[in-house]
């Protein structure tokens, strides 16, 4: 089944340390997008690439990183200079040609600072 | 900056009855326009899509545009506890298309009430 995979689920990180999340999707989708939601809030996009070796800063790109060297991936970096970075990070993917705006999301990961 | 507004509720409906949920944006241009429900601590998953101003029905759910006022809505008739959950409303800007991903509302929380 095609699908977007997002990995790990659950991730715990301490202070200063930076943590990657994973996002494969097998849709053959050209853009891809990362989101960040807090509690009781929406969705805020952090990233996004609409084609491989490039991508663009969303609304909120300060203490993230990412890397687009496959068409399939696109990894989100949490950096430690990202002050709050407990949240719940949905990876999601979209057509280019014909692109209405529908999203398909993975089924997200839950990062937690201690 | 572009804007997305529902109501956070939470919004209580008898079961059987409709629900009525309501979102504005600020994005004039704004060409696609998109209701997604998630269950708590799910990844949201797409149930309705609009393109034109009028109505479009998919079983149960119909969603309403006026892109004039810059308002979309999203009817739940024969509301079932299963219904329960937040609905978040997204919007394609008018700069990008949808190629840029899609601003969020911050979403309205349904409770249906057996």
């Known amino acids: 089944d095609g699908g977007i995979t997002q990995s790990p689920k659950y991730l715990f990180r301490k202070e200063g340390q930076n943590v990657t999340l994973s996002c494969e999707q097998n849709?053959?989708?050209?853009?891809m997008y990362w989101y960040r939601q807090d509690p009781g809030q929406g969705l805020r996009l952090i990233y996004y690439?609409?084609?491989?070796?490039?991508?663009q800063k969303g609304d909120i790109a300060e203490g993230y990183s990412v890397s687009r060297e496959k068409k399939e991936s696109f990894p989100l970096t949490v950096t430690s200079a990202q002050k709050n970075p407990t949240a719940f990070y949905l990876c999601?993917?979209?057509?280019?040609?014909?692109?209405?705006?529908?999203?398909?999301f993975g089924e997200g990961s839950r990062l937690t600072v201690l | 900056q572009k804007e997305v507004e529902q109501n956070s509720g939470p919004l209580s409906v008898p079961e059987g009855a409709i629900a009525s949920l309501n979102c504005t944006y600020s994005?004039?241009?704004?060409?696609?326009f998109f209701w997604y429900r998630q269950y708590s601590g799910k990844s949201p998953e797409l149930i309705m899509s609009?393109?034109?101003?009028g109505d479009k029905e998919d079983g149960r759910f119909t969603a309403q545009l006026n892109k004039a006022s810059q308002y979309v809505s999203l009817l739940i008739r024969d509301s079932q506890p299963s219904d329960s959950a937040t609905y978040l409303c997204?919007?394609?800007?008018?700069?990008?298309?949808?190629?840029?991903?899609?601003?969020f509302g911050k979403g309205t929380h349904l409770i249906i009430q057996p």
């Open positions: 994005d004039r241009g704004s060409q696609s």
């Open positions: 997204a919007v394609t800007s008018s700069a990008g298309g949808g190629a840029d991903g899609l601003t």
């Open positions: 849709l053959n989708h050209d853009a």
């Open positions: 690439s609409q084609i491989v070796n490039d991508f």
């Open positions: 999601a993917s979209s057509r280019m040609q014909g692109n209405t705006g529908e999203l398909f």
């Open positions: 609009i393109y034109s101003n």
